[in-house]
């Protein structure tokens, strides 16, 4: 399966707003992997805010921006999509969960989250994120 210039691998990871792939680019393959992220809804506008979002965030622990647009389904619905940096680790909830962490622990994990996204007037946001759903992609 192929989504614009990215050839899907395998999933990865399923969400409330979208579902993630592991990617390669066409005819770049030893410059990934990546992770292409596509909206559980049809033209779902939190993915365009995503994508702007990414573009402007610079920081070591965010995933770097390659690709937006829009995938098209068999059936003519078109999905928005992300392409960034691949990422192999826990989500926050399950680096949480995995272990009992402290108040501050936990206050401290979540204050270098919110470094890491431009804030201010405009430019308030957060990327979606990835928990569990089905897929619109049949790699």
Not at 5 to 12: A, C, N, T
Not at 73 to 90: K, L, Q
Not at 125 to 134: D, K, L, Q, S, T
């Amino acid at each position: 399966m192929q989504v614009g210039p990215w050839r899907v691998l395998r999933g990865k990871g399923l969400g409330v707003y979208g579902f993630v792939y592991l990617v390669e680019r066409v005819g770049q393959e030893s410059a990934g992997p990546f992770a292409l992220k596509v909206a559980r809804y049809p033209r779902d506008p939190r993915f365009e805010r995503e994508g702007e979002l990414l573009s402007r965030v610079r920081h070591p622990h965010v995933p770097r921006l390659h690709d937006r647009g829009e995938w098209t389904s068999p059936n003519g619905e078109s999905f928005p999509y992300v392409v960034m940096d691949a990422i192999d680790g826990v989500t926050l909830y399950a680096w949480a969960a995995h272990q009992p962490r402290s108040l501050r622990e936990r206050l401290r994990a979540l204050e270098q989250v919110a470094r890491a996204y431009p804030s201010g007037p405009g430019r308030a946001g957060r990327p979606c994120g990835v928990e569990r759903g089905g897929s619109p992609l049949d790699p």
